[in-house]
């Protein structure tokens, strides 16, 4: 179920435990938020509700700022619900919201409008106006209004903090296999299979081609992927990324391109999922090269899916 914020939450969620937080990506460490807030909330008999911001306060902050999301709205409302939660809360972060202060942030909306019995949050997390909330206020003010407050410290991974910073690093230097690590499953874009050029399909390798929205642009070049179909079926393949230097103009898209796949996609949504990065885009002496190049690419891929 999806809540928006501004308005009151139905009666049979009031009393929730809330997980506060952007959660973008849910890495493994919001994933600690979270499932402290399921375990509090399945202790008390309460209902779980996960709390998110969309669009992003940093979008908000600053518009012009490069797509940085790892998961849009829809793919974070399927992992909530898997992690056990019963709902999720969408704050749309816009100028009334950035201007609530952080005592009324607890008192007028966590306690008043979605009555919340406690909320579990990380504890580097910040909200309210000027960033002027923090653990120490939920705690203090929560005391006042009847909102009880957890925090879960960071995890670690390798000696190091898990955070989406860190997984957008590992994405932008092609390390799908650290981003999987701290992400618990590959990172993965969605999207409407859209019309393209056809190109693909003159070169005998066709694609579907995606939009990449507001999602980060990993490392441009190729990749071992898999494919979630609109009837839940998984094929593999191998896809671009980029802009593809080979033709013109310029054109940034995502083009997977499904082994031992037909069918028409366009209209659809699917999901590709990043696997190994296989080498950066490049321009070829002809098509000739470039076909040899991908039937080599799609090779490879398919060597590393296989295992």
Avoid at 37 to 66: N, Q, S
Avoid at 186 to 205: C, S
């Amino acid at each position: 179920m999806r809540l928006d914020a501004r308005h009151s939450v139905p009666e049979s969620l009031r009393g929730a435990i809330v997980a506060l937080g952007n959660f973008d990506g849910f890495h493994l460490g919001h994933q600690a938020v979270v499932g402290e807030a399921v375990a509090w909330a399945k202790a008390e008999g309460r209902p779980a509700i996960v709390a998110t911001f969309d669009p992003h306060p940093v979008r908000y902050f600053d518009p012009d700022a490069a797509p940085f999301r790892l998961t849009t709205l829809d793919q974070r409302e399927e992992l909530f619900t898997a992690a056990g939660a019963d709902a999720m809360l969408v704050f749309a972060f816009d100028g009334e919201l950035a201007g609530t202060s952080a005592p009324d942030f607890v008192t007028k909306l966590l306690a008043e409008r979605f009555g919340a019995a406690g909320v579990v949050t990380g504890e580097d997390f910040t909200f309210g106006k000027a960033r002027g909330g923090n653990v120490g206020v939920l705690c203090d003010v929560g005391a006042t209004c009847g909102v009880r407050a957890r925090a879960v410290g960071p995890v670690l991974e390798a000696g190091e903090v898990v955070s989406s910073s860190r997984i957008r690093e590992a994405l932008i230097a092609g390390d799908c296999e650290t981003a999987t690590r701290l992400l618990t499953r590959p990172f993965a874009i969605r999207g409407i299979v859209q019309h393209g050029d056809k190109v693909g399909r003159q070169l005998n390798f066709p694609t579907a081609n995606l939009d990449l929205g507001t999602y980060l642009r990993p490392a441009y070049g190729v990749y071992a992927v898999t494919g979630r179909m609109p009837d839940g079926r998984v094929v593999k393949g191998a896809a671009n990324i980029g802009i593809r230097p080979q033709f013109e103009p310029p054109k940034e898209l995502l083009e997977p391109h499904f082994f031992d796949f037909s069918g028409d996609l366009y209209g659809q949504e699917i999901e590709v999922a990043f696997h190994h990065f296989l080498r950066g885009e490049a321009k070829f002496d002809g098509l000739d090269a470039l076909i040899a190049q991908i039937g080599r690419d799609c090779d490879e891929a398919r060597r590393l899916l296989a295992d």
